[in-house]
């Protein structure tokens, strides 16, 4: 088909809106390869901020979303594929909004349910849950972490964080409330008060001499989707935001600190977030790197705080070191002791002025990482590199939708309302589809679950696989060796663990990953058809091969099996020697299988 | 096998071979087609050069002034004495008896710095030769490495990290955006077999490959329902780990097949037989091995945990430096040894002393590294660097040079932002040659 590459091969916005007229960056995309069919059929397209605040804020109507989405592939001749069964949707919507897979009992309900509005009523009980709760608590805790050089005396308060994030899922808090008390968060997590604070984590998931950058790439990166780091050491060009640019909004982080260990009589008992009565932060001087001009904080419109009187920007001797400034750092040739804003006012100026409903990005990055996770494809690609000018697919998909989200005060849950009620998200997936390339919305983009949604599958389907040690809150996490903590879901979480921002054709299995679920010795033994086992007690309970097989579908693929799939298994349970060891062979052959672990 | 012919291959995999080619040829591994035909000239050539890296990392960060710097008679020495080496002029530590052996076959560099001196960012430094950046992952030097030189259709895999569990293990860097293909596979203790290499209890080889039928028939609806692109995907992996599984090269992890003798040579810890499983590694042909040995945070009890852990490093060091070289892989085999920074001139209170990246020691060998060397030198105090300071890209350009990487190659991040294998420094040439 072509699309992905075409897509990416167009440069300059298409007259969907009026973008800004610069080229591309060079480093902006990798592919550009294929020639392009004539660029104006694509539903591509770059927004300006203008042109995102002129889009009704109005509630979406029903069935607006869809008008918008087949609108746009009218127009390039694309047909959707037909709408999923209602066995392919309870799946799907379970693992998106859920992390984990429909009991039998739940996908057979629902089959014989006849009512008409029974996908819409399960979407509102799946959003009432508290494994939907859970599972985006999750979702932030991987969001933060996968980026984030974690020490031990951190990944302590991890849990605590994903807690603290799961009750504002729960609450339904909106996205501005949730950001601003992250971005606002001050004092201290201990230890002992696992539910106190815990919002303060991600301003300490940076620590150390280079805190203030970091935090303030990642605060860009994650609630603006804009990747403005790019723009630390160089000025690109092509790009819109300069060098200068990155540091003013790193001078909101100017007096933070990252994060430090709180000791009390030789032992770690906490955390706390370092904030400095004093200091600027400055650019470093390019022949010298040693000094830097002191910045004033300036948001990417280019405003500068409400109330902030701005402070002649000098140059100085940049301060280095961890948490606070070695001799000469501050207050020489800079802005005086008592120059600026504090810390707490930096961060709630940020915080209002990322929360504005004047400022677009906020709301399109948010809309454009949750319509990514559960339609396997975004407007946006990577979904945390939105622009200044990156071409979205269909931006007036993706204008609207952000606006409606601004204009019901950032409400999660009415936002996937809107989305998984829509046709685009009930597609099925589609023969032919190439895997990398974007299927504009037509049909559903199969993706891998995440590592714990993964551990959650294997749970439903074979019952708890390790106990004790390196339990459900795994105390180590991260990609690399020696991390585990023991135990076969330990290993799973942190073999399969993936970075939530990830585009879905990026994400990469591993010979690894695949030697834990052909031949880990737990796995095999729950696999077993024997005793209390969920093999045993099914052979035990259905003498009939095809009734069997029909509940051992069920509870791994969420599906009965297919005729010819039905047709092999009986093939093979006859020519196997015993049934128990035909049914562990099928068992084993689902659970390594690449659906098991996909969401479809 | 000069380092200037090295330098002559560029060595770009991604460049000829996509994703999809390699999960290609993966999969067709197992289905008894040759790879040989999807890898180019320069692919065949490094293979057969068969370069690889041993990285010896010493988490905590040990004390130049009792390992590799000592300084007897000055305050700051404290009171570790130096013994003379095989090559004149050239006194270290005293535990490192079998390292003096084999002294001319080791470099030593005494004028390394670092700018971080906090563990975790020292030690992501000293790995990817980048300090954290919000929103990059960089990967780590050896899944630099094997996405660089390791080759194509092995059946094992091609970076293999052993050890290091704890808090200042290199191993909680994994492969940044260069993808799990590249990630290290983590062995935790050299004296077990990999997990999950083994088949489990009750199935056998023969039940296994009917297994692996049934799955991929199996999968075939799912497939051509639209899932045609994650199976293909998927199987590569599948396939790769069954022929991990049905290897003959997996003995290359059982120490048990070494003489008692050679095992009680390298030390019976966890560093030594690390060390003699990276040695095993190497020769059946995995580009990169990271073997941890953790503990040198010593800011109590400098003097004494030093000496242990010395003898530990001193004996899996200096036997996989002796024998490699008699088995004829030095040359072949770039060995590093370092921590992530030094500790500090000055003892404290404790008898311990703190961290200081300013002035360190690290240890080179083979690889087309000339030993008996020792480059740059510290203060009397070994407060400063008085001569040929060695910064992290330094160190990163030498060992691309000595593997035949370009190390101003840039890879791509996921949002398409250029990243130099090493960004400045130059390879240190007076390791080199004659």
Redesign the interface.
């Known amino acids: 088909m072509g699309v992905f590459a075409r897509f990416f091969g167009q440069n300059a916005a298409l007259g969907l809106f009026a973008g800004l007229l610069l080229a591309a960056p060079l480093?902006?995309?990798?592919t550009k390869k294929e020639p392009k069919k004539p660029a104006a059929q694509l539903p591509v397209g770059n927004l300006d901020a203008k042109d995102w605040l002129k889009v009704s804020t109005k509630p979406l109507e029903k069935g607006e979303i869809d008008r918008l989405v087949n609108a746009e592939l009218a127009k390039v001749s694309i047909k959707p594929?037909p709408p999923t069964t209602d066995e392919q949707f309870i799946r799907r919507v379970h693992l998106d909004l859920t992390g984990k897979l429909p009991a039998p009992a739940d996908i057979v309900a629902f089959l014989k349910d006849t009512s008409k509005d029974k996908r819409a009523k399960l979407i509102d009980k799946l959003l009432e849950s508290d494994a939907y709760a859970r599972h985006w608590g999750n979702y932030w805790r991987n969001v933060i972490t996968?980026?984030?050089?974690i020490?031990?005396r951190l990944t302590q308060v991890v849990p605590q964080y994903e807690r603290w994030m799961t009750a504002q899922y729960k609450a339904n808090k909106s996205w501005a409330d949730i950001t601003r008390a992250q971005l606002t968060a001050s004092g201290k997590i201990l230890y002992k008060e696992p539910d106190k604070n815990a919002q303060a984590f991600f301003l300490m998931s940076?620590?150390?001499?280079?805190s203030i950058?970091?935090?303030?790439?990642?605060t860009s990166?994650i609630f603006l989707g804009v990747?403005i780091?790019?723009a630390?050491c160089h000025d690109h060009p092509s790009d819109v935001w300069k060098r200068r640019h990155f540091h003013e909004f790193a001078a909101y982080f100017a007096r933070y600190r990252g994060e430090r260990p709180i000791l009390e009589e030789k032992k770690f008992v906490g955390v706390q977030l370092i904030s400095l009565p004093f200091g600027e932060h400055r650019m470093p001087d390019k022949e010298d790197p040693k000094r830097g001009l002191a910045m004033n904080p300036k948001f990417l419109d280019g405003k500068q705080p409400a109330g902030a009187k701005p402070v002649p920007s000098t140059s100085g001797p940049i301060g280095r070191g961890?948490f606070f400034p070695k001799k000469g750092g501050f207050g020489k040739g800079g802005f005086g002791r008592a120059g600026g804003m504090s810390d707490d006012a930096r961060r709630k100026a940020l915080a209002d002025q990322i929360t504005d409903k004047n400022n677009p990005w906020f709301a399109a990055a948010f809309v454009n990482r949750m319509w990514g996770e559960v339609m396997g494809q975004s407007f946006y690609s990577?979904i945390?590199?939105l622009g200044p000018q990156k071409d979205a697919m269909m931006p007036t998909v993706i204008a609207r939708v952000s606006a409606s989200f601004r204009g019901n005060d950032y409400n999660i849950k009415q936002l996937f309302r809107d989305i998984l009620n829509s046709d685009a998200y009930q597609r099925?997936?589609?023969?032919?589809?190439?895997?990398?390339e974007h299927l504009l919305f037509a049909?559903?983009n199969?993706v891998?679950m995440n590592s714990t949604a993964l551990v959650a599958s294997l749970t439903s389907t074979l019952g708890p696989l390790s106990s004790g040690f390196g339990g459900k809150f795994g105390k180590f996490g991260?990609?690399?060796?020696?991390?585990?903590g023991g135990g076969v879901e330990a290993?799973i979480r942190n073999e399969f663990l993936?970075?939530p921002s990830?585009?879905a054709e990026?994400i990469?299995?591993?010979?690894?990953?695949?030697?834990?679920l052909?031949?880990?010795?737990q796995i095999?033994?729950k696999i077993?058809a024997q005793g209390t086992n969920m093999l045993g007690r099914i052979l035990a309970n259905y003498d009939d091969n095809t009734e069997a097989l029909r509940v051992v579908y069920l509870r791994t693929l969420a599906r009965r099996p297919?005729d010819?799939?039905a047709k092999?298994?009986l093939e093979?349970i006859k020519s196997a020697g015993s049934r128990a060891?035909a049914f562990e062979?099928?068992l084993?052959?689902?659970i390594?299988?690449?659906?098991f672990?996909?969401k479809? | 096998m000069t380092a200037q012919s090295l330098m002559q291959v560029r060595t770009n995999h991604d460049g000829v071979v996509s994703?999809?080619t390699f999960l290609r040829s993966l999969a067709a591994g197992a289905a008894g087609l040759g790879l040989m035909e999807t890898l180019t000239a320069h692919a065949q050539e490094l293979r057969r050069r068969e370069m690889a890296c041993i990285l010896l990392f010493m988490g905590g960060g040990p004390s130049q002034f009792e390992t590799f710097d000592p300084k007897p008679g000055h305050a700051n020495g404290g009171a570790t004495t130096a013994i003379d080496t095989a090559v004149n002029g050239i006194r270290i530590a005293s535990p490192w008896t079998n390292v003096a052996r084999e002294m001319n076959h080791i470099a030593l560099v005494r004028s390394m710095s670092n700018r971080?001196?906090?563990?975790?960012?020292a030690t992501?430094l000293m790995h990817t030769g980048y300090?954290?950046?919000?929103?990059?992952?960089f990967p780590?030097l050896g899944s630099i490495v094997a996405s660089e030189i390791a080759p194509r259709n092995f059946d094992l895999?091609s970076f293999v990290?052993i050890?290091?569990?704890?808090?200042f293990?290199?191993?909680?860097?994994?492969?940044?955006f260069l993808?799990?293909?590249y990630?290290?596979?983590?062995?935790?203790n050299p004296d077990q077999m990999p997990?999950?290499?083994?088949?489990?209890?009750?199935?056998t080889q023969a039940?296994f490959g009917?297994?692996l039928g049934?799955?991929q028939?199996?999968?075939?609806?799912?497939?051509?329902?639209?899932?045609?692109?994650?199976?293909?995907?998927?199987?590569?992996?599948?396939n790769?780990?069954?022929n991990?599984?049905r290897s003959p090269r997996l003995q290359a992890f059982d120490l048990s097949r070494e003489t008692a003798a050679t095992r009680d040579r390298y030390g019976r810890n966890a560093f030594g037989q690390g060390c003699l499983l990276a040695r095993r590694l190497v020769e059946t042909g995995v580009t990169f091995v990271e073997v941890?040995l953790n503990g040198w945070d010593t800011h109590q009890n400098n003097f004494d945990r030093s000496r242990q852990l010395s003898t530990q490093a001193d004996a899996g060091f200096a036997n996989l430096v002796r024998d490699l070289r008699e088995r004829g892989r030095l040359d072949r085999t770039l060995i590093i040894w370092t921590g992530e920074f030094g500790r500090t001139p000055r003892i404290n209170g404790n008898n311990g002393r703190d961290h200081y990246p300013r002035a360190f020691s690290i240890a080179l060998a083979g690889g087309g590294i000339r030993g008996g060397r020792v480059i740059g030198s510290t203060s009397a105090g070994g407060n400063d660097i008085t001569n040929r300071p060695v910064g992290v890209a330094d160190l990163f350009c030498t060992v691309c040079h000595s593997l035949g990487i370009d190390p101003r190659k840039e890879n791509?991040t996921?949002?398409?932002?250029?990243i130099r294998i090493v960004d400045g420094g130059n390879h240190v040439r007076e390791l080199f040659g004659a």
């Open positions: 480093w902006a995309q990798e594929a996968t980026r984030a050089t020490d031990f940076r620590r150390g001499a280079d950058t970091e935090i303030a790439a990642e990166r990747q780091q790019c630390q961890g990577p945390d590199d099925q997936i589609r023969p032919g589809e190439p895997g990398d049909a559903r199969p891998r991260g990609g690399g060796f020696g991390r585990f290993q993936f970075d990830t585009k990026e990469e299995g591993s010979i690894s990953q695949a030697l834990i052909m031949n880990n010795p095999n033994q077993r297919t010819r799939e092999r298994c093979h060891e062979d099928i084993w052959a689902l390594n299988s690449t659906e672990q996909m479809r | 994703r999809r971080e001196g906090e563990h975790q960012r992501y300090l954290p950046v919000g929103g990059v992952r780590t895999p990290g050890g290091g569990r704890g808090i293990g290199g191993g909680s860097i994994g492969s940044g993808g799990t293909r990630a290290p596979f983590a062995i935790q997990a999950n290499v083994s088949l489990p209890t009750g199935t039940r009917r297994r049934l799955m028939d199996l999968e075939r609806d799912f497939a051509e329902s639209g899932g045609q692109a994650r199976v293909t995907d998927h199987r590569a992996y599948v790769g780990a069954a991990l599984v941890g791509q996921p949002i398409g932002r250029p």
